[in-house]
Nanobody, 123 residues
Framework: QVQLVDSGGGLVQAGGSLRLSCAAS????????MGWFRQAPGKEREFVGR????????YYADSVKGRFTISRDNAKNTVYLQMNNLKPEDTAVYYC????????????????WGQGTQVTVSS
């Protein structure tokens, strides 16, 4: 069992940056692949990116590639989403998720979810 707590969201102007954090409980955090998703009002939950359990491999959606970076600190049981050059279309609730396998790019691949943190980008 893993419990995830998302934090770090807020209001930022276009072109700005935010760093989201996802703190996990439990002693087996390093065995989980982690993903980030987002959901805008009226839209389906969208894949943002994922990171392998060791942190050596990352994969991003085309919409955020080159602007967002996922990292993790297994000693702190935390995964991060650094978001740079934010755009109004990045406005959404952002969720971290943990997978016992490799996760993939769709929500069913993940077993545990954070509560979400709101990111709002003004133009």
């Amino acid at each position: 069992q893993v419990q995830l707590v998302d934090s770090g969201g807020g209001l930022v102007q276009a072109g700005g940056s935010l760093r989201l954090s996802c703190a996990a409980s439990g002693r087996t955090f390093s065995s989980y692949a982690m993903g980030w998703f987002r959901q805008a009002p009226g839209k389906e939950r969208e894949f943002v990116g994922r990171i392998s359990h060791s942190g050596t491999t990352t994969y991003y959606a085309d919409s955020v590639k080159g602007r967002f970076t996922i990292s993790r600190d297994n000693a702190k049981n935390t995964v991060y989403l650094q978001m740079n050059n934010l755009k109004p279309e990045d406005t959404a609730v952002y969720y971290c998720a943990a997978s016992r396998t490799y996760g993939g790019s769709s929500p069913p691949g993940y077993d545990y979810w954070g509560q979400g943190t709101q990111v709002t980008v003004s133009s």
